[in-house]
Protein backbone atom coordinates (compact mmCIF):
# COMPACT_ATOMS: atom_id res chain seq x y z
CA UNK A 1 0.00 0.00 0.00
CA UNK A 2 1.46 3.39 -1.09
CA UNK A 3 2.16 5.14 1.94
CA UNK A 4 1.69 8.47 0.24
CA UNK A 5 -1.94 7.44 0.43
CA UNK A 6 -4.54 7.55 3.22
CA UNK A 7 -7.73 4.93 2.51
CA UNK A 8 -10.91 6.00 3.97
CA UNK A 9 -12.30 2.73 5.45
CA UNK A 10 -16.24 2.38 6.42
CA UNK A 11 -17.76 3.25 9.62
CA UNK A 12 -17.72 0.72 12.43
CA UNK A 13 -20.89 -1.17 12.55
CA UNK A 14 -23.91 -0.19 14.43
CA UNK A 15 -24.85 -1.36 17.92
CA UNK A 16 -28.53 -2.35 17.60
CA UNK A 17 -28.49 -1.50 21.23
CA UNK A 18 -27.71 1.81 21.36
CA UNK A 19 -30.29 2.73 18.66
CA UNK A 20 -30.36 6.45 17.00
CA UNK A 21 -28.95 9.41 17.70
CA UNK A 22 -30.52 11.06 20.13
CA UNK A 23 -31.68 14.58 18.28
CA UNK A 24 -32.76 17.40 19.74
CA UNK A 25 -34.26 19.57 17.34
CA UNK A 26 -34.87 23.74 17.17
CA UNK A 27 -32.86 26.55 18.95
CA UNK A 28 -35.78 27.33 22.00
CA UNK A 29 -35.86 23.54 22.84
CA UNK A 30 -32.37 23.16 22.80
CA UNK A 31 -32.17 26.28 25.21
CA UNK A 32 -34.76 25.32 27.49
CA UNK A 33 -33.65 21.71 27.62
CA UNK A 34 -29.94 21.68 27.06
CA UNK A 35 -28.91 25.20 28.30
CA UNK A 36 -24.81 24.09 29.83
CA UNK A 37 -24.29 22.66 26.32
CA UNK A 38 -24.44 26.00 24.66
CA UNK A 39 -21.30 27.14 26.36
CA UNK A 40 -17.62 26.03 28.00
CA UNK A 41 -15.47 27.02 30.80
CA UNK A 42 -14.60 30.35 28.88
CA UNK A 43 -18.30 31.63 29.73
CA UNK A 44 -18.67 32.96 26.50
CA UNK A 45 -21.63 34.11 25.81
CA UNK A 46 -24.33 34.02 22.64
CA UNK A 47 -23.88 30.47 21.99
CA UNK A 48 -27.01 28.98 20.08
CA UNK A 49 -27.81 25.52 18.15
CA UNK A 50 -30.40 24.79 15.66
CA UNK A 51 -30.00 20.99 16.49
CA UNK A 52 -28.18 19.09 19.29
CA UNK A 53 -26.77 15.42 18.67
CA UNK A 54 -26.17 12.76 20.81
CA UNK A 55 -23.78 10.38 19.10
CA UNK A 56 -23.45 7.33 20.59
CA UNK A 57 -21.01 5.13 18.11
CA UNK A 58 -18.78 6.16 14.95
CA UNK A 59 -21.91 5.63 12.18
CA UNK A 60 -23.83 8.54 13.49
CA UNK A 61 -21.17 10.86 13.98
CA UNK A 62 -20.68 10.15 10.04
CA UNK A 63 -23.65 10.78 9.26
CA UNK A 64 -24.31 13.55 10.76
CA UNK A 65 -21.70 14.87 9.05
CA UNK A 66 -22.08 13.80 5.68
CA UNK A 67 -25.80 15.42 5.87
CA UNK A 68 -24.14 18.34 7.22
CA UNK A 69 -21.63 19.06 4.52
CA UNK A 70 -24.78 18.30 1.71
CA UNK A 71 -26.48 21.19 3.31
CA UNK A 72 -23.92 23.06 4.44
CA UNK A 73 -24.58 23.31 8.08
CA UNK A 74 -22.20 23.74 10.38
CA UNK A 75 -20.79 21.32 13.28
CA UNK A 76 -19.73 22.57 16.20
CA UNK A 77 -17.89 19.41 18.61
CA UNK A 78 -18.65 19.39 22.07
CA UNK A 79 -16.60 17.20 24.56
CA UNK A 80 -16.65 18.01 28.41
CA UNK A 81 -16.83 21.61 27.22
CA UNK A 82 -13.68 22.52 29.80
CA UNK A 83 -12.15 24.65 27.21
CA UNK A 84 -11.30 28.18 28.02
CA UNK A 85 -11.18 29.84 24.51
CA UNK A 86 -15.20 29.54 23.18
CA UNK A 87 -14.07 25.96 21.00
CA UNK A 88 -17.47 24.38 21.99
CA UNK A 89 -19.90 27.23 21.47
CA UNK A 90 -22.15 27.14 18.64
CA UNK A 91 -23.39 29.58 17.09
CA UNK A 92 -25.97 28.00 14.95
CA UNK A 93 -26.09 24.80 12.99
CA UNK A 94 -25.63 21.47 14.62
CA UNK A 95 -23.64 20.81 18.12
CA UNK A 96 -22.25 17.28 17.68
CA UNK A 97 -22.02 16.33 21.57
CA UNK A 98 -19.21 13.27 21.90
CA UNK A 99 -20.10 12.50 25.63
CA UNK A 100 -22.42 9.38 24.60
CA UNK A 101 -18.83 8.18 22.26
CA UNK A 102 -17.18 6.83 25.47
CA UNK A 103 -15.80 3.85 26.83
CA UNK A 104 -12.46 1.61 26.98
CA UNK A 105 -11.87 -0.57 24.17
CA UNK A 106 -8.41 -2.20 24.69
CA UNK A 107 -5.08 -2.67 25.29
CA UNK A 108 -2.26 -3.57 23.06
CA UNK A 109 1.55 -4.48 23.02
CA UNK A 110 3.15 -3.72 20.28
CA UNK A 111 6.14 -6.57 19.68
CA UNK A 112 9.52 -5.21 20.34
CA UNK A 113 8.39 -2.23 22.36
CA UNK A 114 7.85 -2.33 26.07
CA UNK A 115 4.79 0.14 26.80
CA UNK A 116 1.13 -0.71 26.55
CA UNK A 117 -1.13 1.06 24.54
CA UNK A 118 -4.78 1.73 25.27
CA UNK A 119 -7.64 2.34 22.68
CA UNK A 120 -10.28 4.33 24.15
CA UNK A 121 -13.29 6.07 22.55
CA UNK A 122 -13.19 9.96 22.74
CA UNK A 123 -15.99 10.54 25.35
CA UNK A 124 -13.91 8.51 27.97
CA UNK A 125 -12.87 11.35 30.70
CA UNK A 126 -8.98 11.75 31.96
CA UNK A 127 -10.67 10.46 35.66
CA UNK A 128 -12.14 6.94 34.61
CA UNK A 129 -8.74 6.36 32.59
CA UNK A 130 -7.06 6.99 35.52
CA UNK A 131 -9.34 4.85 37.46
CA UNK A 132 -9.17 1.69 35.00
CA UNK A 133 -5.64 1.94 35.21
CA UNK A 134 -5.89 2.10 39.08
CA UNK A 135 -8.40 -0.56 39.52
CA UNK A 136 -8.29 -3.05 36.21
CA UNK A 137 -11.70 -2.41 35.81
CA UNK A 138 -11.86 -1.73 31.98
CA UNK A 139 -15.41 0.35 32.71
CA UNK A 140 -16.06 4.37 32.78
CA UNK A 141 -18.58 6.72 31.34
CA UNK A 142 -21.28 3.66 31.45
CA UNK A 143 -19.90 2.52 27.92
CA UNK A 144 -19.33 -0.83 27.27
CA UNK A 145 -16.05 -2.73 28.66
CA UNK A 146 -13.19 -3.85 26.26
CA UNK A 147 -12.99 -5.73 22.80
CA UNK A 148 -11.75 -9.24 23.78
CA UNK A 149 -11.98 -9.70 19.53
CA UNK A 150 -9.48 -6.65 19.03
CA UNK A 151 -7.01 -6.38 21.93
CA UNK A 152 -7.07 -10.19 22.99
CA UNK A 153 -4.22 -8.70 25.40
CA UNK A 154 -6.30 -6.38 27.63
CA UNK A 155 -6.47 -9.27 30.28
CA UNK A 156 -3.32 -9.53 30.46
CA UNK A 157 -2.88 -6.21 30.26
CA UNK A 158 -5.17 -5.10 32.92
CA UNK A 159 -3.55 -7.77 35.64
CA UNK A 160 -0.52 -5.02 35.98
CA UNK A 161 -2.23 -1.80 34.95
CA UNK A 162 -2.01 -0.16 38.52
CA UNK A 163 2.20 0.12 37.37
CA UNK A 164 1.24 2.12 34.64
CA UNK A 165 0.41 5.58 34.12
CA UNK A 166 -0.93 7.90 31.46
CA UNK A 167 1.45 11.28 31.60
CA UNK A 168 0.05 13.92 30.28
CA UNK A 169 -1.86 16.14 33.22
CA UNK A 170 -4.57 18.26 32.34
CA UNK A 171 -5.80 20.42 35.31
CA UNK A 172 -9.63 19.41 34.68
CA UNK A 173 -9.98 15.48 34.94
CA UNK A 174 -13.53 15.71 33.60
CA UNK A 175 -11.81 16.56 30.04
CA UNK A 176 -12.69 13.70 27.62
CA UNK A 177 -9.64 12.45 26.26
CA UNK A 178 -10.77 13.17 22.36
CA UNK A 179 -11.00 16.95 23.82
CA UNK A 180 -7.50 17.01 25.09
CA UNK A 181 -5.99 15.24 21.86
CA UNK A 182 -8.05 17.80 19.48
CA UNK A 183 -6.26 20.54 21.32
CA UNK A 184 -3.27 18.67 22.46
CA UNK A 185 -3.90 19.26 26.29
CA UNK A 186 -0.96 19.68 28.46
CA UNK A 187 -0.48 20.25 31.82
CA UNK A 188 1.83 20.49 34.93
CA UNK A 189 3.50 17.36 34.05
CA UNK A 190 4.73 18.66 30.11
CA UNK A 191 7.99 19.85 31.35
CA UNK A 192 8.93 16.09 31.66
CA UNK A 193 6.97 14.42 29.78
CA UNK A 194 5.60 16.87 27.02
CA UNK A 195 1.83 17.47 25.91
CA UNK A 196 -1.05 15.10 24.66
CA UNK A 197 0.77 14.83 21.38
CA UNK A 198 3.98 13.06 22.62
CA UNK A 199 1.46 10.26 23.72
CA UNK A 200 -1.45 9.70 20.64
CA UNK A 201 0.38 6.79 18.40
CA UNK A 202 -3.16 6.31 16.29
CA UNK A 203 -6.80 7.33 16.03
CA UNK A 204 -9.81 7.17 13.26
CA UNK A 205 -11.18 10.12 12.18
CA UNK A 206 -14.05 11.28 10.68
CA UNK A 207 -13.60 13.79 8.13
CA UNK A 208 -15.92 16.28 7.31
CA UNK A 209 -17.60 14.81 4.36
CA UNK A 210 -18.15 11.62 6.80
CA UNK A 211 -15.85 9.25 5.59
CA UNK A 212 -13.51 7.76 8.11
CA UNK A 213 -9.43 7.23 8.17
CA UNK A 214 -7.03 5.72 10.57
CA UNK A 215 -3.82 7.53 11.01
CA UNK A 216 -0.75 5.58 12.87
CA UNK A 217 2.08 7.43 13.67
CA UNK A 218 4.83 6.60 11.46
CA UNK A 219 2.75 5.49 8.89
CA UNK A 220 1.63 8.97 6.68
CA UNK A 221 4.78 11.04 6.61
CA UNK A 222 5.61 13.78 4.31
CA UNK A 223 9.02 14.69 4.13
CA UNK A 224 9.56 17.69 2.23
CA UNK A 225 6.28 19.43 0.98
CA UNK A 226 4.62 16.80 -0.51
CA UNK A 227 0.86 16.54 -0.38
CA UNK A 228 -1.07 13.77 1.21
CA UNK A 229 -3.70 12.03 -0.62
CA UNK A 230 -7.01 10.73 0.78
CA UNK A 231 -9.06 8.02 -1.30
CA UNK A 232 -12.45 8.14 -0.28
CA UNK A 233 -15.61 6.58 -2.51
CA UNK A 234 -13.42 6.14 -5.77
CA UNK A 235 -12.10 9.57 -5.62
CA UNK A 236 -8.68 11.22 -4.41
CA UNK A 237 -7.89 14.40 -2.94
CA UNK A 238 -4.72 15.74 -2.19
CA UNK A 239 -4.36 17.63 0.70
CA UNK A 240 -1.12 20.08 1.28
CA UNK A 241 0.87 20.89 4.57
CA UNK A 242 1.01 23.81 6.13
CA UNK A 243 4.13 25.87 5.77
CA UNK A 244 4.64 27.92 8.86
CA UNK A 245 7.13 29.51 10.95
CA UNK A 246 8.65 27.11 13.74
CA UNK A 247 8.67 29.26 17.21
CA UNK A 248 11.00 27.29 19.98
CA UNK A 249 8.89 26.56 22.73
CA UNK A 250 5.47 24.50 23.18
CA UNK A 251 2.88 26.13 21.37
CA UNK A 252 -0.99 25.28 20.65
CA UNK A 253 -1.23 28.20 18.27
CA UNK A 254 -2.71 27.05 14.69
CA UNK A 255 -2.40 24.20 12.70
CA UNK A 256 1.00 21.94 13.26
CA UNK A 257 3.61 22.56 11.00
CA UNK A 258 6.77 20.70 11.58
CA UNK A 259 8.99 18.86 9.36
CA UNK A 260 8.66 16.50 7.92
CA UNK A 261 5.22 16.05 8.80
CA UNK A 262 3.86 13.21 10.25
CA UNK A 263 -0.06 13.45 9.53
CA UNK A 264 -1.39 12.36 12.41
CA UNK A 265 0.21 15.59 13.94
CA UNK A 266 -2.02 17.85 11.92
CA UNK A 267 -5.20 16.88 13.76
CA UNK A 268 -4.40 16.36 17.23
CA UNK A 269 -4.60 20.03 18.33
CA UNK A 270 -6.42 21.40 15.31
CA UNK A 271 -9.70 21.99 17.93
CA UNK A 272 -12.35 19.89 15.99
CA UNK A 273 -12.05 22.24 12.71
CA UNK A 274 -10.50 18.88 10.36
CA UNK A 275 -12.48 16.07 11.57
CA UNK A 276 -13.95 14.15 14.59
CA UNK A 277 -11.88 11.92 16.88
CA UNK A 278 -14.11 8.23 16.79
CA UNK A 279 -11.27 6.39 18.47
CA UNK A 280 -7.72 7.15 19.90
CA UNK A 281 -4.77 4.79 21.04
CA UNK A 282 -2.61 6.56 23.95
CA UNK A 283 0.43 5.34 25.23
CA UNK A 284 1.63 4.97 29.08
CA UNK A 285 4.60 5.19 30.77
CA UNK A 286 5.76 2.95 33.82
CA UNK A 287 4.73 4.54 37.21
CA UNK A 288 7.68 5.78 39.11
CA UNK A 289 9.18 3.97 41.95
CA UNK A 290 8.84 7.60 43.83
CA UNK A 291 7.82 10.47 43.88
CA UNK A 292 7.99 13.51 46.69
CA UNK A 293 7.25 17.07 46.56
CA UNK A 294 6.81 20.13 48.03
CA UNK A 295 4.91 24.01 48.03
CA UNK A 296 8.01 26.26 48.55
CA UNK A 297 7.72 29.61 50.01
CA UNK A 298 9.75 32.75 48.62
CA UNK A 299 9.95 36.57 50.24
CA UNK A 300 10.89 37.93 46.55
CA UNK A 301 10.01 36.29 43.49
CA UNK A 302 13.51 36.73 42.10
CA UNK A 303 14.59 33.95 44.42
CA UNK A 304 12.01 31.67 43.09
CA UNK A 305 13.27 32.13 39.19
CA UNK A 306 16.44 31.10 40.42
CA UNK A 307 14.91 28.46 42.01
CA UNK A 308 13.39 26.77 38.76
CA UNK A 309 16.52 27.29 36.84
CA UNK A 310 18.77 25.82 39.33
CA UNK A 311 16.18 22.96 39.51
CA UNK A 312 16.08 22.82 35.36
CA UNK A 313 19.77 22.50 35.12
CA UNK A 314 20.48 20.34 38.23
CA UNK A 315 22.15 17.32 37.15
CA UNK A 316 20.48 14.25 37.21
CA UNK A 317 16.66 13.80 36.73
CA UNK A 318 14.65 16.54 35.44
CA UNK A 319 11.65 17.53 37.71
CA UNK A 320 8.44 16.67 36.01
CA UNK A 321 6.47 19.64 37.90
CA UNK A 322 7.43 23.19 38.43
CA UNK A 323 4.50 25.29 39.24
CA UNK A 324 4.74 29.16 39.92
CA UNK A 325 1.87 30.92 42.41
CA UNK A 326 1.96 34.72 43.36
CA UNK A 327 1.03 36.35 46.47
CA UNK A 328 -2.40 36.85 44.75
CA UNK A 329 -2.99 33.55 42.81
CA UNK A 330 -1.86 31.96 46.94
CA UNK A 331 -4.90 34.23 48.69
CA UNK A 332 -7.15 33.38 45.93
CA UNK A 333 -6.02 29.12 46.02
CA UNK A 334 -6.73 29.41 49.95
CA UNK A 335 -9.58 31.18 49.60
CA UNK A 336 -11.40 28.50 47.21
CA UNK A 337 -10.08 25.70 49.67
CA UNK A 338 -11.24 27.54 52.65
CA UNK A 339 -14.96 28.24 51.07
CA UNK A 340 -15.13 24.56 49.58
CA UNK A 341 -16.95 22.98 53.15
CA UNK A 342 -13.79 21.42 53.53
CA UNK A 343 -11.56 21.30 56.38
CA UNK A 344 -8.79 22.45 55.59
CA UNK A 345 -5.40 22.83 57.84
CA UNK A 346 -2.90 24.93 56.02
CA UNK A 347 0.53 24.41 57.27
CA UNK A 348 1.76 28.01 56.42
CA UNK A 349 0.22 31.60 56.33
CA UNK A 350 -1.62 32.30 53.35
CA UNK A 351 -1.80 36.32 53.59
CA UNK A 352 2.37 35.87 54.58
CA UNK A 353 3.42 34.13 51.54
CA UNK A 354 5.61 36.36 48.67
CA UNK A 355 5.18 33.67 46.11
CA UNK A 356 5.32 29.72 45.88
CA UNK A 357 6.72 27.24 43.64
CA UNK A 358 5.29 23.50 43.56
CA UNK A 359 7.62 21.24 42.76
CA UNK A 360 7.35 16.99 42.07
CA UNK A 361 10.85 14.95 41.34
CA UNK A 362 10.35 10.85 40.42
CA UNK A 363 13.39 9.17 41.66
CA UNK A 364 14.39 5.86 42.32
CA UNK A 365 13.62 4.17 45.89
CA UNK A 366 16.81 4.63 47.32
CA UNK A 367 17.92 8.03 45.84
CA UNK A 368 15.37 9.80 47.55
CA UNK A 369 17.19 10.98 50.45
CA UNK A 370 19.90 12.16 48.01
CA UNK A 371 17.45 14.03 45.96
CA UNK A 372 15.67 15.40 48.85
CA UNK A 373 19.11 16.45 49.95
CA UNK A 374 19.76 18.56 46.81
CA UNK A 375 16.56 20.05 46.73
CA UNK A 376 17.46 21.41 50.07
CA UNK A 377 20.44 23.28 49.05
CA UNK A 378 18.59 24.22 46.02
CA UNK A 379 15.85 26.02 48.12
CA UNK A 380 18.76 27.64 51.00
CA UNK A 381 20.57 28.97 47.89
CA UNK A 382 17.69 30.83 46.70
CA UNK A 383 16.21 32.40 50.37
CA UNK A 384 14.07 29.29 51.40
CA UNK A 385 14.30 25.79 52.62
CA UNK A 386 12.76 22.51 53.02
CA UNK A 387 11.57 23.19 56.53
CA UNK A 388 9.73 25.83 55.74
CA UNK A 389 8.04 24.28 52.77
CA UNK A 390 4.24 21.85 52.57
CA UNK A 391 6.05 19.40 51.92
CA UNK A 392 4.24 15.45 50.49
CA UNK A 393 6.14 12.20 50.30
CA UNK A 394 3.64 9.98 49.75
CA UNK A 395 0.30 10.43 46.93
CA UNK A 396 -2.08 11.25 49.68
CA UNK A 397 -0.38 13.85 50.63
CA UNK A 398 1.07 14.95 47.14
CA UNK A 399 -2.99 15.10 46.11
CA UNK A 400 -3.82 17.65 49.06
CA UNK A 401 -1.28 19.99 47.47
CA UNK A 402 -2.61 19.18 43.99
CA UNK A 403 -6.17 19.60 44.96
CA UNK A 404 -4.53 23.26 46.06
CA UNK A 405 -3.36 24.34 42.85
CA UNK A 406 -6.17 23.28 41.08
CA UNK A 407 -8.69 25.37 43.19
CA UNK A 408 -6.57 28.52 41.72
CA UNK A 409 -8.36 28.26 38.26
CA UNK A 410 -11.39 27.33 39.78
CA UNK A 411 -11.61 30.51 42.51
CA UNK A 412 -10.60 33.03 38.94
CA UNK A 413 -13.92 31.60 37.48
CA UNK A 414 -16.23 31.80 40.67
CA UNK A 415 -14.87 35.16 41.65
CA UNK A 416 -15.43 36.45 37.37
CA UNK A 417 -18.86 34.39 37.62
CA UNK A 418 -19.65 36.69 40.45
CA UNK A 419 -19.00 39.96 38.73
CA UNK A 420 -20.83 39.32 35.64
CA UNK A 421 -23.72 39.34 37.77
CA UNK A 422 -23.36 43.18 38.29
CA UNK A 423 -21.56 43.04 34.57
CA UNK A 424 -22.67 40.51 32.36
CA UNK A 425 -20.50 41.75 29.52
CA UNK A 426 -16.96 41.25 31.32
CA UNK A 427 -14.97 37.82 31.63
CA UNK A 428 -11.25 37.26 32.11
CA UNK A 429 -8.53 37.96 29.89
CA UNK A 430 -6.45 35.19 30.34
CA UNK A 431 -2.67 35.15 27.91
CA UNK A 432 -1.13 31.80 27.46
CA UNK A 433 2.52 32.99 26.49
CA UNK A 434 5.55 31.10 26.29
CA UNK A 435 9.12 32.49 25.45
CA UNK A 436 12.82 30.68 25.02
CA UNK A 437 14.34 30.60 28.48
CA UNK A 438 15.98 33.75 28.01
CA UNK A 439 13.64 36.06 27.56
CA UNK A 440 11.40 34.80 30.25
CA UNK A 441 13.23 36.86 33.23
CA UNK A 442 12.23 39.90 30.97
CA UNK A 443 9.55 38.53 29.86
CA UNK A 444 7.72 38.80 33.77
CA UNK A 445 9.14 41.69 35.09
CA UNK A 446 7.36 43.47 32.01
CA UNK A 447 4.15 41.52 33.32
CA UNK A 448 4.61 43.92 36.53
CA UNK A 449 5.41 46.85 34.77
CA UNK A 450 2.30 46.90 32.37
CA UNK A 451 -0.20 45.62 34.67
CA UNK A 452 0.38 47.21 38.33
CA UNK A 453 0.19 50.85 37.39
CA UNK A 454 -2.85 49.87 35.84
CA UNK A 455 -4.66 49.07 39.19
CA UNK A 456 -6.25 45.83 37.69
CA UNK A 457 -6.60 42.54 40.00
CA UNK A 458 -4.75 40.17 38.08
CA UNK A 459 -3.05 36.73 38.98
CA UNK A 460 0.26 34.92 37.77
CA UNK A 461 0.50 31.53 37.94
CA UNK A 462 1.09 28.16 36.05
CA UNK A 463 4.18 26.23 34.48
CA UNK A 464 6.68 28.33 35.08
CA UNK A 465 9.33 25.31 34.04
CA UNK A 466 8.37 25.85 30.92
CA UNK A 467 8.71 29.62 30.70
CA UNK A 468 4.72 29.65 30.83
CA UNK A 469 2.84 31.44 33.41
CA UNK A 470 -1.09 32.21 33.00
CA UNK A 471 -1.97 35.66 33.54
CA UNK A 472 -5.09 36.30 34.35
CA UNK A 473 -6.78 39.24 34.58
CA UNK A 474 -9.82 40.02 37.03
CA UNK A 475 -12.11 43.13 35.84
CA UNK A 476 -14.49 44.72 37.76
CA UNK A 477 -16.48 46.38 35.21
CA UNK A 478 -16.59 47.09 31.41
CA UNK A 479 -13.65 49.85 31.22
CA UNK A 480 -11.37 47.60 33.41
CA UNK A 481 -12.27 45.06 30.66
CA UNK A 482 -11.33 47.26 27.78
CA UNK A 483 -7.79 48.47 29.73
CA UNK A 484 -7.40 44.68 30.07
CA UNK A 485 -8.01 43.31 26.43
CA UNK A 486 -5.41 46.48 25.33
CA UNK A 487 -2.82 45.24 27.66
CA UNK A 488 -2.87 41.77 26.28
CA UNK A 489 -3.10 42.50 23.34
CA UNK A 490 0.14 44.42 23.79
CA UNK A 491 2.17 42.28 25.60
CA UNK A 492 1.28 38.90 22.68
CA UNK A 493 3.06 41.27 20.58
CA UNK A 494 6.18 41.67 22.84
CA UNK A 495 6.04 37.81 23.43
CA UNK A 496 6.00 37.36 19.69
CA UNK A 497 8.91 39.31 19.27
CA UNK A 498 10.83 37.59 21.92
CA UNK A 499 10.46 34.24 20.16
CA UNK A 500 7.68 32.84 21.80
CA UNK A 501 3.78 31.85 21.20
CA UNK A 502 0.61 33.45 21.91
CA UNK A 503 -0.89 30.09 22.81
CA UNK A 504 1.13 27.47 24.61
CA UNK A 505 -1.22 25.94 26.16
CA UNK A 506 -5.17 26.05 26.06
CA UNK A 507 -5.52 26.94 22.27
CA UNK A 508 -7.13 29.86 19.82
CA UNK A 509 -10.82 28.67 19.72
CA UNK A 510 -13.20 31.96 19.20
CA UNK A 511 -11.74 33.80 21.79
CA UNK A 512 -8.16 34.36 20.55
CA UNK A 513 -8.39 34.02 16.71
CA UNK A 514 -7.25 37.74 16.97
CA UNK A 515 -4.33 36.67 18.04
CA UNK A 516 -2.69 34.66 15.48
CA UNK A 517 -2.35 37.48 13.20
CA UNK A 518 0.47 38.47 15.73
CA UNK A 519 2.17 35.44 15.44
CA UNK A 520 1.69 34.53 12.13
CA UNK A 521 2.72 36.03 8.91
CA UNK A 522 -0.18 36.37 5.98
CA UNK A 523 1.79 33.22 4.08
CA UNK A 524 1.97 31.51 7.09
CA UNK A 525 -2.14 31.95 7.20
CA UNK A 526 -2.72 31.49 4.45
CA UNK A 527 -1.39 27.85 4.72
CA UNK A 528 -3.46 27.26 7.13
CA UNK A 529 -6.41 28.13 5.25
CA UNK A 530 -5.41 26.30 2.10
CA UNK A 531 -5.45 23.07 4.52
CA UNK A 532 -8.99 23.50 6.20
CA UNK A 533 -10.06 24.50 2.37
CA UNK A 534 -8.55 21.36 1.05
CA UNK A 535 -9.88 19.08 3.85
CA UNK A 536 -13.07 21.16 4.24
CA UNK A 537 -14.47 22.66 1.35
CA UNK A 538 -17.40 23.47 2.93
CA UNK A 539 -16.12 25.08 6.00
CA UNK A 540 -18.64 23.08 8.21
CA UNK A 541 -16.42 21.84 10.95
CA UNK A 542 -15.56 24.50 14.09
CA UNK A 543 -16.93 27.09 11.98
CA UNK A 544 -15.99 30.39 13.66
CA UNK A 545 -12.64 28.51 15.54
CA UNK A 546 -9.51 29.90 15.13
CA UNK A 547 -10.26 31.58 11.57
CA UNK A 548 -13.15 33.31 9.87
CA UNK A 549 -14.53 32.08 6.56
CA UNK A 550 -12.12 33.95 4.02
Request: aromatic share 8%; charged share 25%; net charge negative.
Amino acid sequence: MDPSVLYSEKPGPSDPNRGTAMRVTGAERVRADHEPYLTDESRMPGGFADELVFAAEEQQVCETLAGAGRSGTPVTVSGARTGIVGGAVPFGGILLSMESLNGFLGARRPKGEGDWRVRVRPGLTLEALNRILETGVPAGNGGPGYDPDRFPDTPRFLAESASWFYPPDPTEKTAHLGGTAATNASGSRSLKYGPTRNWVTAMRLALPDGSVVELRRGECVSEGGDGLRIRTGGQERVVHPPRIRPVRVKSTAGYWGGMPLDWIDLFIGSEGTLGVITEIELRLARKPESVFGGLAFFRAEEQALSFVRRAVSQDGPRPSVLEFFDAAGIRLAAGRESGSGRSVSFPFDPESAGCAVYFEQECAADRMEESMEGYGRMLSGCGSSLDEAWGAMDERELRKITDFRHALPEAINTVIGQRKRTHPAIHKVSTDFAVPEESFPGLFRLYRERLDPTGLEYVLFGHIGENHVHLNVLPGSEEELKAAVKVGRDLATEVVRLGGTVSAEHGIGKLKKHLLAIQFAPEDLDSMIRVKKELDPGWILGRGSLFDIP
